[in-house]
Every structure is written in structure tokens, then in C-alpha cells.
């Protein structure tokens, strides 16, 4: 009776961490258990990860890598995920990789972890296919190459994987591994940005923005950069600002009131054409915005500390004016 019980518990675990990818924490849903089946679960795992088990050697791996019911510990989690991972379990391959491209408990290590994720990528691991993209792309541990890079970021899109089709975007805007293809660019876009991607929504703005792949349309512009300016992306904080400051895609012709929010939002975060265009509307004023020399000249003090040229010669400028100290 009390075998079946465990076997109960076991079962109800199992068919949770199938639905997890190798990134997802399984807090949520050890607290659907109670203490003593949390108990009786985790002696089951490591009785059967000490037995041999691969799937409870990757559990118990993962216990220990997230400190769940354990104390954290990275050399065991990857002590665990080696042993799966050499008996074929796909996700101890992506984790193992994992810690070798972050060194997690093992010594950062490029190549071993392209090796491991190769083994998860060629089983269907999503996770592990758009890896090695990134690691092809950027040449990490393998040779650059864009056009492995795409293939890879294709399988893992193709899966659903968002970052993936972010990343997909990416190589048709930029032309890496593949000629230009805004069009195409922009349909991996839209689908990335629809399940809800910030970058992606940021990318797909700039797209109606420049006309590029799709026609030209400030509105859907200001759409897609205010869903990704919520979601805090600061790139599409910035041009929010801009947009409301031109007048372009939104109901009011110029709402500086408007602009100099989505600025300072993005400017706080210390994003400098942010910091620079605050600086320049305290500077010269807009609409009901009434000039405010000191603070125009803390905003391009911020721009300028960041490199922006122009921020430094109004702070030049002003300090002139009005004999700043040097």
C-alpha cells in the first residue's frame, strides 16, 4: 500500500516535469504535494537515482541545482546530470551543457558544452538547438558559422521556441547566413511578438516604422512599441517618446507631456538618447513644458558621461552661459 502510494506521487511528479522545460522552476508544483508526499517523493528519487535511473538522476540533478528540498549545490547537480546524460536523457544533456557554458559547478567550458547540447539539439531539445544557435552565431566553443546558426534556430522556431524566432528575425534582417529578407524577417517577428516577446514586439515596430518587409505604418509602430514599452523594453520606451514627441502614429500631433514620460522612463534606466532628448526638450522647452536649464544640463551630463558628442557641447554650452564650475 505504501509502495502504490509513492508510485502515486511518482507518477503525478513525472507527468509535471514533462511538461517543464529545463529553465522552469518546479516550485509551483511541489506545492501541489504535501509535506509527506514531498518527502516520500524525494527519498523515491534519490533510492532511484543511486539505483541507476536516468530520469531520477536528472531530478535529482535538478534538485540540486535549483536547492529544492536540498541544499544548492552545482557540483552535485552536474555529478547527477553526467550520469544521465551519458545514458541518453536529453534533458540532462541540456542541463549539463548548461552549466558548462555558465560554469556552473564544473569549469566554463565552450566546447564540452556545445558537445552535450549537439546530443540534446539531434534528440529534438529545443533549448539545446537554439544554444548552439547562439554559440554558431557568436562562434563560442565552435567555428562562426551563420549558416548552422540558421538551420538551428530554425528547428528550434519551428518548435515553438520564442527566443528562437526572435533570433530568426535577426539573421533575415541583418543578412547572416541568409540574403536580406525583410518580409521574411518580419513574419518570425510577428510570431515571437504575438506570444508576447518585447524584442521582438520592439523589432516588428521598427519594421512598419522604416517600411521595411511590410508597409510603411506609424500606427502600428506606436502599437507594438507600446505593448513592448510596458512589457520594459527600453529601446521601445525611447521611441514611444519620440513617436509622441513628432506626432507620428498617434491621436494628438505633438504630446511633449507624453514624450517626456516614455523619455524619462527610459532615461532613468540610462538609455543616452533618452537622456539626451530629455535634455533637449528641458533645454529649448515643449508645448507646455517650460525650459528648465538645470535639469536639461543633468540629462546631457548623464548623455555625455556615455559618450553622446552632442550632450557634451550643450553641457559645454550651458556651462558657458551660465559660469558653471568645471
Known amino acids: 500500500m505504501i509502495r502504490f502510494h509513492i508510485m502515486r506521487v511518482r507518477l503525478f511528479f513525472t507527468i509535471l516535469l514533462l ?9 509551483d508544483y ?7 508526499d514531498q518527502a516520500s517523493l524525494q527519498k523515491e528519487i534519490i533510492f532511484m537515482a543511486e539505483h541507476g535511473d536516468a530520469n531520477d538522476q536528472n531530478n535529482l540533478g535538478y534538485m540540486y541545482l535549483t536547492g ?3 541544499n544548492q549545490d552545482y557540483v552535485e547537480a552536474s555529478r547527477w546530470f553526467g550520469k544521465a546524460a551519458g545514458k541518453g536523457n536529453l534533458y ?9 557554458f555558465k560554469g556552473q559547478g ?8 556545445s558537445k552535450w547540447f549537439w546530443k540534446a539539439a539531434e534528440q529534438g531539445n529545443a533549448e539545446s538547438q537554439y544554444n548552439l544557435g547562439v ?39 541583418k ?17 515571437a511578438a504575438d506570444k508576447g516577446d518585447p524584442e521582438a514586439q520592439f523589432n516588428l ?17 506606436v502599437w507594438w512599441w507600446r505593448i513592448s514599452a510596458n512589457r520594459g523594453n527600453v529601446e521601445a520606451q525611447y521611441y514611444l517618446g519620440l513617436m509622441y514627441e513628432c506626432g507620428l502614429g498617434v491621436q494628438q500631433y505633438q504630446n511633449c507631456k507624453e514624450a517626456a514620460k516614455w523619455y524619462n522612463i527610459a532615461a532613468e534606466r540610462g538609455y543616452s538618447l533618452a537622456q539626451f532628448s530629455l535634455g533637449v526638450m528641458y533645454y529649448e522647452g515643449c508645448g507646455e513644458m517650460p525650459k528648465d536649464i538645470l535639469k536639461a544640463y543633468m540629462w546631457f551630463d548623464l548623455a555625455a558621461k556615455q559618450g553622446d558628442e552632442k550632450a557634451l557641447s550643450y553641457c559645454r554650452i550651458i556651462t558657458n552661459t551660465l559660469h558653471f564650475p568645471r
Not at 511590410?214 to 500606427?219: A, G, K, M, N
Open 175 to 191: 543578412g547572416l547566413g541568409v540574403p536580406h529578407d525583410y518580409s521574411e524577417a518580419a513574419k518570425w517577428y510577428r510570431k
Open 30 to 36: 511541489w506545492k501541489l504535494l504535501t509535506i509527506e
Open 106 to 113: 564544473l569549469k566554463q567550458d565552450y566546447v564540452e558544452a
Open 92 to 100: 540532462s544533456q541540456y542541463n549539463l551543457g548548461s552549466m558548462y
Open 19 to 27: 511538461a517543464l522545460t529545463s529553465c522552469t522552476t518546479t516550485n
Open 68 to 70: 529544492k528540498n536540498v
Open 135 to 173: 554559440m554558431y552565431s557568436k562562434g563560442l566553443g565552435v567555428p562562426r558559422n551563420y549558416k548552422e546558426a540558421l538551420n538551428l534556430f530554425y528547428l528550434a522556431a519551428n518548435q515553438g521556441l520564442v527566443s528562437a524566432q526572435c533570433n530568426l528575425g535577426d539573421m533575415y534582417l
Open 205 to 221: 515596430g521598427l519594421l512598419y516604422y522604416k517600411g521595411m518587409g511590410v508597409t510603411r505604418d506609424y500606427e502600428e509602430s
